[in-house]
């Protein structure tokens, strides 16, 4: 009787969107949020209030990023990437030599390109692949996610592998 009213209760928590605060080992600080980029729990306490400046942060210590799989800088990030963007080269179209990176939606990410705000335009990161990305594995990842811009698990499973050549 007593581990049926355990289940109904959290069934009910389930159902009403309650969470519980699971202790982390060694003292560290409890998460309370379960989004992030590469899918592990982050802590609300390392919330980023100033994304410009949470992104000129990442471009001082780009050393520690490159030459390493994306996947590292990803964990390190303490705000979830939401959207992204290829980048193109201009004389080679059959290849896609890096993304762009943001940490708003896809539509607010080009809402704000569009004004063509230069202070807003720091709050994204424009990663460089060691070996460029084929346009045709681009088009195929993109027609298999149909996330349109937004960033979900099947781009972060295809892109944390990817070497990082250069952050700017």
């Known amino acids: 009787m007593k581990k049926m009213k355990t289940y109904q209760i959290l069934l009910l928590a389930l159902l009403l ?10 003292g560290a600080p409890t998460s309370t949020s379960t989004t992030s980029t590469s899918g592990a729990f982050q802590d609300t306490a390392k919330k980023v209030k100033d994304t410009a400046s949470f992104v000129k942060n990442i471009l001082a210590q780009k ?13 390190e990030l303490d705000i979830p990437v939401k959207s992204y963007i290829p980048m193109y080269a201009t004389m080679d179209k059959a ?12 539509k607010t990410t080009q809402w704000k390109m569009d004004r063509d705000d230069q202070w807003k335009k720091l709050a994204v990161l ?6 460029p990305v084929p346009a045709t594995t681009y088009n195929e990842l993109r027609q298999k996610s149909m ?4 960033w979900n698990a099947i781009e972060e499973e295809f892109y944390v592998k990817q070497i990082v050549k250069d952050i700017l």
């Open 17 to 26: 969107g309650v969470s519980f605060k699971a202790s982390k080992p060694n």
């Open 63 to 75: 050393s520690r990023y490159l030459n390493k799989e994306f996947g590292v800088l990803l964990k």
């Open 95 to 106: 290849h896609v030599p890096g993304i762009t990176i943001s940490f708003d939606d896809r």
């Open 126 to 131: 424009h990663i460089r692949w060691a070996t």
């Open 147 to 150: 996330a349109y811009g937004n």
